[in-house]
């Protein structure tokens, strides 16, 4: 074979790779500055998508007396609460959010998530760590997440407590 050839194949595939690495540090870069940049403001689409509820109708099999029931989550116009609240990078956040809203927490477990959310608050490295984290597991591909979450083949998992 041809070593000018073989040469070229090397080249082509280095100029391939180089610009695919520096595309990735771009794309994670831009990503970055929007979540810093959207901090403290409000979604700009925070509707919830077709597979959101998923997560919840699972849990609904164990609903208890506090839960928000449709036609109350209906009366309140909670799609509208919740696309207001959205800022999840995910779909399992997005999942996790839409589920919490159905079921309110007790005063200690909301004081224990007021005292995260202040502390991700005041250390944004951490926070846009954890955003970036969960950004990479994505909101389109993210699907039904919920399925294999509670799936029977994984009996070590239990509904979380919301």
Known sequence: ??????????GVTALLAAYTFWDARRRRAALRRRIVRSFGQAPEDGAPRKLTGAWWQR?????GPADVDERTW??????????????????????????ALH????PA???RRQALAQALAA???????AQLALAATGRKRGGDFSRLLFS???????????
């Open 109 to 111: 477990d909301a004081a």
């Open 74 to 99: 209906q009366d309140l116009d909670m799609d509208e609460v919740f696309a207001r609240l959205n800022i999840c990078q995910s779909a399992v956040g997005e999942g996790y959010l839409y589920a």
């Open 1 to 10: 074979m041809d070593w000018s050839l073989i040469a070229l194949l090397a």
């Open 152 to 162: 029977t083949q994984f009996a070590v998992l239990k509904a979380p407590a919301l």
């Open 103 to 106: 079921r309110p927490l007790a």
């Open 123 to 129: 250390h944004e490295e951490a926070r846009v760590a």
């Open 59 to 63: 849990l609904a099999d164990n609903a």
